[in-house]
T-cell receptor, first 112, second 115 residues
Framework: GNSVTQMEGPVTLSEEAFLTINCTYT??????LFWYVQYPGEGLQLLLK?????DKGSNKGFEATYRKETTSFHLEKGSVQVSDSAVYFC???????????FGPGTRLSVLP | DAGVTQSPTHLIKTRGQQVTLRCSPK?????VSWYQQALGQGPQFIFQ???????QRGNFPDRFSGHQFPNYSSELNVNALLLGDSALYLC??????????????FGSGTRLTVV
């Protein structure tokens, strides 16, 4: 079956540091890939997505590139802020028609 | 434009009891999906409702059931509660029976604690 693996957290960084959160997936077909963010006490918000190989999703300074050869979708940001502290979830959806398979989440804490 | 509304926000139940959670989709949306998020884990898909029918189901036992009303709102029912049912239950709405890739809007969830 389909699955998503993320680097274990928590990840603690200083403000303006570079962020990478690794995500790899297993899928039987050709999935679309997503990053969602969950702030404390809130639901999930879509951060970015990519629907085919070599696509780059980007939003709010975050980026991720769909790498089919390595089955990866790593999240990066060049300079994190305290307000980026949240839990980040990598997810896939097979052919847009299936519901999400989420990874376990990675908690990010950014210190001033 | 109201987003997805879930009620109640928190709930405490005893093992063996039954619980009903409610969800009102975002204005203009007609499809509701439910997810269970255990503490420290990612959400897991329970089922999706469209046109008042269950369209897709994840790997959850029959103790988990649902309903969708003509106004598109939905209920999640869990019978014979177990301690392991303690989780944040998330509702997500979308349009036209389409699933995750076309764009979900998530609610803030109902935190269920089973004691």
């Amino acid at each position: 079956g389909n699955s998503v693996t993320q680097m274990e957290g928590p990840v603690t960084l200083s403000e303006e540091a570079f962020l990478t959160i690794n995500c790899t997936y297993t899928a039987t077909g050709y999935p679309s890939l997503f990053w969602y963010v969950q702030y404390p006490g809130e639901g999930l918000q879509l951060l970015l997505k990519a629907t085919k190989a070599d696509d780059k999703g980007s939003n709010k300074g975050f980026e991720a590139t769909y790498r089919k050869e390595t089955t990866s979708f790593h999240l990066e940001k060049g300079s994190v802020q305290v307000s980026d502290s949240a839990v980040y979830f990598c997810a896939l959806s097979e052919n847009y028609g299936q519901n999400f398979v989420f990874g376990p989440g990675t908690r990010l804490s950014v210190l001033p | 434009d109201a987003g997805v509304t879930q009620s109640p926000t928190h709930l405490i139940k005893t093992r063996g009891q039954q619980v009903t959670l409610r969800c009102s989709p975002k204005s203009g949306h007609d499809t509701v999906s439910w997810y269970q998020q255990a503490l420290g884990q990612g959400p897991q898909f329970i089922f999706q409702y469209y046109e008042e029918e269950e369209r897709q189901r994840g790997n959850f036992p029959d103790r988990f059931s649902g309903h969708q009303f003509p106004n598109y709102s939905s209920e999640l029912n869990v019978n014979a509660l177990l301690l392991g049912d303690s989780a944040l239950y998330l509702c997500a709405s979308s349009l036209g029976g389409q699933a995750a890739g076309y764009g979900y809007t998530f609610g803030s969830g109902t935190r269920l604690t089973v004691v």
